[in-house]
């Protein structure tokens, strides 16, 4: 692999983002994604359910409600106040009560994790990580591909990300169940980690300098794709080692963020099969 000398703090390339100004939609619309009420996300608190996130009405002094957003930040879920017009509208029940959890299909490892398990395969370690993907068809479509290709896990922020929903799960067409997923607090903390473990980073970028089909994706590999609207953000493009570029041969610039994997992962895929470039 070859140094690229002077590359390191070029701001990102800037994406049309349509949802710019407004208000995102839920990153969950599932029956089984939603527990509502003070004593169901307790209890649920308690029993070690996967938790990606808890809303609790604005304003709310009660010591329930302070007891819930112990145990949840103590689970390592976000807390987030919100009116109860946003609450209204997650509930599926009509009583929640003042607080709403939005559940995970499955829980999460460590990041320490996945590259375990590519010890363990004997496998030099291909992870993807994912810089706050708000979609979830895009999430459950990258984690489908990531499972189909070997890679040994994927890494998602904790905030502005969408969770390992039972929409992703669906969307995965069941590819979560035999993926390991690290959900992080800092996802450039987490690209120092995986460097220090001996990973190279290769961040996605459609102005970068090294072209797919002439980069060796062969040794230990952390692939990481950008969100939808912005692309990689600063901070974790200056933790990537190299920024890698998909050749185009139409008059559009850029794919899909689950596409733009897809495609990434196969070639990761295919050296490792034929043993290179």
């Known amino acids: 692999m070859n140094e690229i000398p002077g590359k390191k703090g070029r701001p990102p390339a800037r994406h049309y983002d349509p949802y710019a100004g ?3 939609p839920e990153l969950s619309n599932d029956l089984n994604d939603t527990i ?5 996300v307790t209890e649920a608190l308690r029993a070690g359910r996967a938790i990606d996130k808890i809303f609790i009405v604005k ?6 409600m302070a007891h819930i957003a112990a145990l949840a930040r103590e689970a390592g879920a976000v807390v987030t106040e919100a009116d109860r017009r946003k609450l209204d509208t997650l509930s599926r029940t009509g009583s929640h009560q003042g607080v709403v959890a939005l559940a995970s299909a499955k829980a999460y490892v460590e990041l320490e994790d996945i590259l375990d398990i590519a010890k363990s395969r004997g496998q030099s370690p291909l992870v993807v990580v994912c810089d706050e993907i ?3 068809h895009n999430m459950g479509a990258i984690i489908r591909t990531a499972e189909c290709a070997g890679a040994h896990g994927v890494i998602i922020p904790k905030r ?5 929903t039972a929409v992703v799960s669906k969307t995965s067409a069941g590819a979560v169940e035999h993926m390991a997923v690290a959900r992080v607090a800092n996802i450039p903390t987490a690209l120092e980690s995986l460097k220090k473990a001996g990973v190279w980073v290769y961040g996605t970028a459609s102005d970068g300098d090294n072209e797919l089909w002439r980069t060796d994706l062969t040794g ?4 990481v794709i950008g969100s939808e609207g912005e692309g990689i953000g600063r901070l974790v493009r200056e933790n ?11 008059k559009i610039s850029s794919l899909n963020a689950s596409v733009s994997a897809s495609v990434i992962l196969y070639e990761a895929f295919r050296q490792r099969t034929v043993g290179g470039l």
């Open 160 to 164: 502005r990300s969408v969770g390992m």
């Open 22 to 24: 407004k208000d995102r």
């Open 134 to 136: 708000s979609d979830v």
């Open 36 to 40: 509502e009420g003070k004593n169901a």
């Open 220 to 223: 230990p590999s952390a692939i």
């Open 59 to 64: 304003g709310e002094k009660d010591a329930a």
């Open 240 to 250: 990537c080692d190299f920024m890698i570029s998909i050749p185009m041969a139409g």
